[in-house]
């Protein structure tokens, strides 16, 4: 169950869309504008939720030409965040994620295919616990423009779901998978 909420929270980082014009743009984390998430069965019987605290990322988008953006996403495992510090400390053992071991989790995109309406898949390689696997995230694009700080910004948001034993992370219970929650807002650079 942790390790599944360690690669959900590690796979929605990863697999983030993007979105605005022609540009290059750094995942807004300073602002606290963009989160990883994940969410776990506990048991069969409840959902445990958390996030990845500590994460950095850009992303390239031109809504003219779809295909040609790019995704590139780095999550700190070790700021596994699910609200209870003995879990956390847990989930991020041998046991499941080893965080220790594995400290980093990466997700580039190799490909971006615009499914009209504002919908994208996202389809790349996501490197955790040692392991690289092809990953599918189903994005959306949420919005672009001029802040009020003279700046320009475009935002996503996506989800996946990650089978744990695809990563050698260990199954605990009925959570064979984590569900991945990304929300992601660049600042044009």
Known sequence: MKKTLFATGLAMVMALPFGASAADYMIDTKGAHASV????????????????????????????NVSASKVMVNVDTTSLDSNQAERDKHIRSSDFIDASKYPKATFTSTSVVDKGEGKLEVNGDLNLHGVTKPITIDATFVGAGQDPWGGQRAGFYGTTRLELADFNIAVMGTSSYVDMELHVEGIKK
């Not at 994940?38 to 809504?63: A, C, M, Q, W």
């Open 37 to 64: 998430n994940f969410k776990v069965s506990h048991l069969g019987y409840s959902f445990i939720k958390g996030r990845f605290n500590t994460f950095d990322g850009e992303f390239s988008y031109d809504p003219a």
